[in-house]
């Protein structure tokens, strides 16, 4: 992947009031407006409306909440440590518990294409949930699938539904039909995966490690398609010889032009054009780690969460913070190739 001349935004962004209190978990733009969720270790869930930098509602749990996402405008789920997964309604301060892992709930995704919540949790397992059934006496639990090792991250693009786990291992299954996976793959990096994000376009994935690098991979398993994956090298410093590098914390789609953002624990948001294998834009240095990326709707804004991950333990760190920015179409658009001269 070419870095060469990436222009750098000069800025940070607007940055919203009452941020959470403590490590910022997961953030997400809402699918109909600029409303954005937030999910902390301070065992809040928090919706903003970025746009007039308002909070305009807040859930307290009893423990940290490892990830959040949208169900409607107004309402979402929450993942939370406490092993609980739970539907929130902010325009009605109400709560349901949809049901429970037997460890922390790391992941919770929703799918319009099925209707149902999706889990991933340390317990090992990947569970599915129907929200209709949590104020009525049907059970919310749709199926409980066993993961070879603890979830990580989750990412889902119509039916398709990737699960990364520890030990470096890749699921892809197929919500119409969960029984088993459709692919059973191992990471193309070999370190511990930290992130793993679906292209908006259906056709694979990227999957970010704690050492620096991205891997782009597809679905089709055809030696003509297997042959388009590769994986580069990000969020590293040189200095003096001495090479540092620094986990890939947060992947995030443009969802117009299918590039994507990457945000690391050097403090740097980098934007890939992923076709064309260059970096487009280099974002200036946040005072800490990148925690969680979020594009809106029309893809106009970049929700940016700057936010220490404890990947040095415990130590002095700048405040959590959430930054809006406004995205520059310079900043997303792919390139187009130069063409060689006739001859």
Request: proline share 4%; charged share 20%; hydrophobic share 35%.
């Amino acid at each position: 992947m070419s870095s060469a001349a990436a222009p750098a935004a000069v800025g940070s962004g607007k940055e919203l009031a009452n941020p959470p209190a403590d490590g910022i978990s997961n953030l997400r733009f809402s699918n109909h407006s600029n409303n954005l969720l937030v999910s902390s270790w301070d065992k809040t869930v928090r919706l903003y409306d970025a746009d007039a930098n308002v909070l305009k509602g807040e859930f307290v749990h009893a423990g940290a909440i490892l990830d959040c996402c949208f169900h409607d405008d107004s309402s979402g789920f929450s993942a939370g440590a406490d092993h609980t997964v739970r539907r929130l309604v902010f325009s009605s301060s109400k709560e349901d518990v949809l049901g429970r892992h037997d460890g922390p709930v790391r992941c919770v995704e929703y799918s319009y294409a099925a209707g149902q919540v999706i889990t991933g949790s340390w317990d090992k397992t990947v569970k599915c949930w129907d929200p209709r059934g949590v104020s009525g006496p049907e059970r919310t639990l749709v199926g409980t699938y066993a993961q070879p090792e603890r979830v990580y991250s989750l990412s889902l693009v119509g039916n398709r539904l990737v699960v990364a786990t520890a030990g470096r291992h890749v699921n892809i299954y197929d919500l119409r039909n969960m029984s088993q996976p459709e692919q059973k793959r191992d990471s193309s990096l070999k370190y511990q995966t930290r992130c793993v994000r679906c292209f908006p376009n259906g056709t694979g994935y990227a999957l970010s490690s704690v050492e620096g690098r991205v891997s782009m991979e597809f679905f089709d398993l055809s030696e003509s398609a297997q042959s388009k994956k590769y994986a580069f090298k990000c969020h590293r410093k040189s200095e003096a010889g001495r090479d540092t590098v620094y986990p890939v914390n947060a992947i995030a789609f443009h969802p117009i032009y299918g590039t994507f953002a990457t945000g690391g624990c050097d403090g740097f948001v980098n934007v890939w054009d992923g076709i064309n294998k260059k970096r487009l834009y280099q974002y200036s240095k946040y005072a800490s780690s990148i925690a969680a990326l979020s594009f809106s709707k029309d893809g106009h804004l970049l929700a940016v969460a700057s936010s220490y991950t404890y990947e040095e333990g415990e130590k002095t760190h700048e405040p959590d913070a959430i930054f809006i920015r406004t995205v520059n179409e310079v900043e997303v658009k792919p390139k187009p190739k130069a063409l060689a001269a006739p001859q």
